[in-house]
């Protein structure tokens, strides 16, 4: 089982920047066993949850909502099982609770239901 732990969420104002973190951990085996991609879903108040970004766990190739194309880079440190969102010139609309995601083969629908660990999730907003 996937444990992912996030942190670096907070209070911004607008055109400012956060950094969140996601930690990933299994107690036997490598996360690679279960885990082909990670990423990142938001969900604001009254909305439903959406996608914002992912990364391919061996490729590093990154994926990315139109909304944030441009402003949030996704990376990641393998050594560390660690995933990294920047999120740069931020807007009021990024206010949302940020939930780290990992998935197995089906990841690459970029959906919710593709992906099978989550985490508890970091509130950030943005202030105008």
């Known amino acids: 089982q996937v444990q992912l732990v996030e942190s670096g969420g907070g209070l911004v104002q607008a055109g400012g920047s956060l950094r969140l973190s996601c930690v990933a951990s299994?107690?036997?085996?490598?996360?690679?066993?279960?885990?082909?991609?990670m990423g990142w879903f938001r969900q604001a108040p009254g909305k439903e949850r959406e996608f914002v970004s992912a990364i391919n766990w061996s490729s590093g190739a990154t994926y990315s909502a139109d909304s944030v194309k441009g402003r949030f880079t996704l990376s990641r440190d393998n050594a560390k099982n660690t995933i990294y969102l920047r999120m740069d010139s931020l807007k009021p609309e990024d206010t949302a609770v940020y939930y780290c995601a990992a998935g197995g083969p089906r990841w690459s629908l970029l959906k919710e239901s593709a992906f099978d660990y989550w985490g508890q999730g970091t509130q950030v907003t943005v202030s105008s």
């Open positions: 299994e107690r036997t085996f490598s996360i690679s066993k279960y885990v082909d991609a």
